[in-house]
T-cell receptor, first 109, second 116 residues
Framework: RKEVEQDPGPFNVPEGATVAFNCTYSNSASQSFFWYRQDCRKEPKLLMS???SGNEDGRFTAQLNRASQYISLLIRDSKLSDSATYLC??????????FGSGTRLQVQP | ETGVTQSPTHLIKTRGQQVTLRCSSQSGHNTVSWYQQALGQGPQFIFQYYREEENGRGNFPPRFSGLQFPNYSSELNVNALELDDSALYLCASSLDPSGGTNEKLFFGSGTQLSVL
């Protein structure tokens, strides 16, 4: 079983739609959680950290459920520029980030 | 721009050859991590260097080795290349190796290695 699992998608949504991604992790000792965004074959870029209390950054909302060991990302009012791969990332405190395989989002006009 | 630069951007090698990839960290960062990203997968941790010493290693064989220099630039060396080594190799620098600051990773744009 992978340490971090994501639905690979693709999620094809129209502009203006709301879309949600989930991610599960297996290591209950995981300490920190993040969503990264990656455009085609470019470097991953930090989108937002994920806190137990949930956090919001504009159209993006991230939630963490430690009891069920899953993380979610909600994108409201999708833009064409949101098309990318979204990587769920977990820090287990072993000096390395563990990345999921990513969920691909395609926003269509 | 993250201030982390990698070279070369693309590289083609044949099976059995050796390759060296280079990374220049963001100014002031003393920690560098290397990741391998195969097509359709997330980045996989190879190893981390902190102040010129290996500080952690993922599940990669010994033919993957590295160096960090006094100016904190870094190299990834791969010997006896295999077809499965074809991937995007990402370097990331940070100010501190502790887990709590992992969110402050700054990635370079990567080296795309193709092994034929």
């Amino acid at each position: 079983r992978k340490e971090v699992e994501q639905d690979p998608g693709p999620f094809n949504v129209p502009e203006g739609a709301t879309v949600a991604f989930n991610c599960t992790y297996s290591n209950s000792a995981s300490q920190s959680f993040f969503w990264y965004r990656q455009d085609c074959r470019k470097e991953p870029k930090l989108l937002m950290s994920v806190y137990s209390s949930g956090n919001e950054d504009g159209r993006f909302t991230a939630q963490l459920n430690r009891a069920s060991q899953y993380i979610s990302l909600l994108i409201r009012d999708s833009k064409l520029s949101d098309s990318a791969t979204y990587l769920c990332v977990v820090d287990t405190g072993r000096r390395a980030l563990t990345f999921g395989s990513g969920t691909r989002l395609q926003v269509q006009p | 721009e993250t201030g982390v630069t990698q070279s070369p951007t693309h590289l083609i090698k044949t099976r059995g050859q050796q390759v060296t990839l280079r990374c220049s960290s963001q100014s002031g960062h003393n920690t560098v991590s290397w990741y391998q990203q195969a097509l359709g997968q997330g980045p996989q941790f190879i190893f981390q260097y902190y102040r010129e010493e290996e500080n952690g290693r993922g599940n990669f064989p010994p033919r993957f080795s590295g160096l960090q220099f006094p100016n904190y630039s870094s190299e990834l060396n791969v010997n006896a290349l295999e077809l499965d080594d074809s991937a995007l190799y990402l370097c990331a620098s940070s100010l501190d190796p502790s887990g709590g600051t992992n969110e402050k990773l700054f990635f370079g744009s990567g080296t795309q290695l193709s092994v034929l």
